[in-house]
């Protein structure tokens, strides 16, 4: 069983900056894409941006321009560097992997956009 392991969130000022990572307990180039996803209270799960085995990136339009997703295959991490953070930022992030047979889960983490 594949173990995703987020960290980085916590609490920041509009306009500031957070560095998300996700740990996987196995290599990560049995997984044809990786990705963020985030929930905000009261909202249904959505995606935040995906990264493919061969780095072709996608993004939702909110985070455009401010995000970026970032893979490390040596170290089997995933990373998301959020700039510019905006209140409608605060959610709980979850890393996602997908490989041909099964999509993995992370436990979440909280990114709370406040001043």
């Known amino acids: 069983q594949v173990q995703l392991v987020e960290s980085g969130g916590g609490l920041v000022q509009p306009g500031g900056s957070l560095r998300l990572s996700c740990a996987a307990s196995?290599?990560?180039?049995?997984?044809?894409?990786m990705g963020w996803y985030r929930q905000a209270p009261g909202k249904e799960r959505e995606l935040v941006a995906t990264?493919?085995?061969?780095?072709?990136?996608n993004y939702a339009d909110s985070v455009k321009d401010r995000f970026t997703i970032s893979r490390d295959n040596a170290k089997n991490a995933l990373y998301l560097q959020m700039n510019s953070l905006k209140p409608e930022d605060t959610a709980v992030y979850y890393c996602?992997?997908?490989?041909?047979?099964?999509?993995?889960w992370g436990q979440g983490t909280l990114v709370t956009v406040s001043s």
């Open positions: 996602n992997a997908k490989s041909l047979e099964r999509e993995f």
């Open positions: 196995e290599s990560i180039f049995r997984f044809n894409a």
């Open positions: 990264i493919t085995v061969g780095s072709r990136t």
